[in-house]
């Protein structure tokens, strides 16, 4: 089992719509979670991060967790082309260390 | 732009050669990391430094792979006797700011290639 997973995609939403990616993680003890967007060829870009159980909102993009589920997921409401993009899942396990999972393909179709 | 920078943004090399890349960060960020990243896959870690300590290192990191980060300032990431399985992109990441002391800040990565 993987310590971060994420269906690798490609996940097709049309412009307008909202898109909702998702991601569960192993180790229990993690404390923090992050949603990194990554352009293609591009270095990864922090979007989202939550240390507590519900939601947050920032613009469009609602990060949510449930621990007890070992549970995240990020939606992006009103999906624009722009928002097509590798979204990778992190976890900042018990270990001191982020890990990562290997991103699901976003594709927003106009 | 999070003002972490590294060079050289791209490096082509023969296999065998021995290559070196640089990390410059943001002086108030005391935590700096490594990652490698290849096609299709998520950054996977390397090592990290608080302030000028190598605090961890990953299993995937080698004993030709080599990291320094002097007076916690610039960090260098050393590869001796490059394979063409070490071709791929190489992160650096700062963490530490205040008031955000778990999220990590990329540089725009070296892409290396090993022919």
């Known amino acids: 089992q993987k310590e971060v997973e994420q269906n690798s995609g490609p996940l097709s939403v049309p412009e307008g719509a909202i898109a909702s990616l998702n991601c569960t993680y192993s180790?229990?003890?993690?404390?923090?979670f992050f949603w990194y967007r990554q352009y293609s060829g591009k270095s990864p870009e922090l979007i989202m991060f939550?240390?507590?159980?519900g939601d947050k909102e920032d613009g469009r993009f609602t990060a949510q967790l449930n621990k007890a589920s070992q549970y995240v997921s990020l939606l992006i409401r009103d999906s624009q082309p722009s928002d097509s993009a590798t979204y990778l899942c992190?976890?900042?396990?018990?270990?001191?260390?982020?890990?990562f999972g290997s991103g699901t393909r976003l594709s927003i179709r106009p | 732009d999070t003002g972490v920078s590294q060079d050289p943004r791209h490096k082509i090399t023969k296999r065998g050669q021995n290559v070196t890349f640089r990390c410059d960060p943001i002086?108030?960020?005391?935590?700096l990391y490594w990652y490698r990243q290849t096609l299709g896959q998520g950054p996977e870690f390397l090592t990290y430094?608080?302030?000028?300590?190598?605090?961890?290192k990953s299993r995937l990191l080698s004993d030709r792979f080599s990291a320094e980060r002097p007076k916690g300032s610039f960090s260098t990431l050393e590869i001796q006797r490059t394979e063409q399985g070490d071709s791929a992109m190489y992160l650096c990441?700062?963490?530490?700011?205040?008031?955000?002391?778990?999220?990590?800040?990329f540089g725009p990565g070296t892409r290396l290639t090993v022919l």
């Open positions: 939550i240390y507590s159980n």
């Open positions: 430094f608080q302030n000028e300590a190598q605090l961890e």
């Open positions: 992190a976890v900042y396990s018990s270990a001191s260390k982020i890990i």
């Open positions: 002086s108030e960020h005391n935590r």
């Open positions: 180790d229990r003890g993690s404390q923090s």
């Open positions: 990441a700062q963490a530490g700011r205040e008031g955000s002391y778990n999220e990590q800040f």
